[in-house]
Structures are given as C-alpha cells and as structure tokens.
C-alpha cells in the first residue's frame, strides 16, 4: 500500500469528532525508532495505542529490533478507541514542537504552534497495530552487562529529542532482562518512555567477556615484582 499525502492549509485547526491531542516533540521523537526502508509500512512510523494499557494512550515505534513506547495521556471522553498509526513521511512535515489533533481518519490538524492550522491528510493503514506487550520483560538484573554503544546512539538521540538539548542525551539507565536476550532502556529525566533493544545481544555479550573486571596491570604485584621496584 502506498500512502499518499495531501496538505491543505486551513484558517483554523479542524475538529474531529474524536482525536488524539499528540505533542509533537514526542511524535518526533518516537519516530527515530521506526524503521527506514522497511518493506512493512506498519514499521514505518508511530503508532498511537489506545487500547493496550486500558486508561493511557502511548506511542509506540519499533523498526524490528529496537522499541520505543511513551505514555501521551490519559484516556480522555473524546479518545478514539482503536489504534492509528502516523507514517514517518507525515511527521516529517509536521513542526517539531507545539501539539496536533490526529483524528481516526487519518488527518493531523496542528492546534498549538507556529504551523496553527496546517492539516495532513493520508491513507489509513489497513494492517492491524503489532502487539509490543509480551516484549516487555518482567523483571531486570543490575548485574554488570555488556552493550554496544552503536545500538544505544538511537536511544540517545530520542533523549535529545525529548530534552530539546544534546546535554545529558548519553544519561540512559540500561538494565537487562532476567528471562531473555534484550534490554531495557530508560531515560532519567523521562520516567514514561520504556526502550527495549534485542538486537545481537548475546553476540555482543560474547565479544565483550574479559578475564576480570580491571586490567591485569592494575591487579596487585607479587612480592618478587615490588622488591624489584625498590
């Protein structure tokens, strides 16, 4: 399916009937996670998820391997019911900041920012929402773990998003799940959003293993070695 995008500016945002109110610095930011160049289109872009948490309406992004979920808001009298999913090329023209009605037809009116009364249109996507609940792992160990830094750099670059600054982006609490290969991101200053990565993690454990925890030069020196030294 392709989706196909029309914008129409208007005098005043339009009203659905039911509509999620989405900041947009959020949207942006989730959509760093989505997938790019991705023959599955319901990769590509945000979905908004009324239905998994019953009471909260999240975000929710993956491109396969990483996850991204933010809780939006509360479920409200005019929240649509059923999941909608915003495409990366929509959000691409939407602003960065300020919030947008995204309404069960598939339209996003900006109501609060410099772009007030810009409205896109696109093609609803047919395929259901994937189920990112039974990804969540139920509990996480503190022990020390292995992590490639590659990998984190999406996760840190959805911080800066989310702080609107690149100071603190590198601040993410990194636990790993007790019952699989993937681990949980968190970010200090965003307590709603909930990263989960599961992509080569048990190759990149492998790789990283070492002998100890310090190098052998820092281990204490035998008798014989520090007589030497004197």
Known sequence: MTNETANETTDGAKKAP?????????????????????????????WIDPETRPGHVLLFATNGFRVGLLRECDWGANTPLKPLFVPSAIIKQLPKDGTAAISEDSTAAVVQGKAGGLMLKWAPLQTSMPCWFN???????????????????????VNAQLNRTKEDAGLLNIRWNEG????VVRLPRHPDFLGLNSMHTQRVKDKCKLPSLLPAWWLPASDEATEGLV
């Open 180 to 183: 699989g290969p993937s681990y």
């Open 135 to 157: 990804l969540v792992p139920q509990s996480v160990t503190d022990e020390v773990n292995f992590f490639d830094a590659v990998q984190l750099g999406l996760f840190a670059k």
């Open 18 to 46: 039911a509509a999620f109110e989405v900041n947009l610095r959020h949207l942006h930011a989730l959509s760093l996670l989505a997938a790019d160049k991705d023959s599955r289109e319901y990769l590509a872009g945000v």
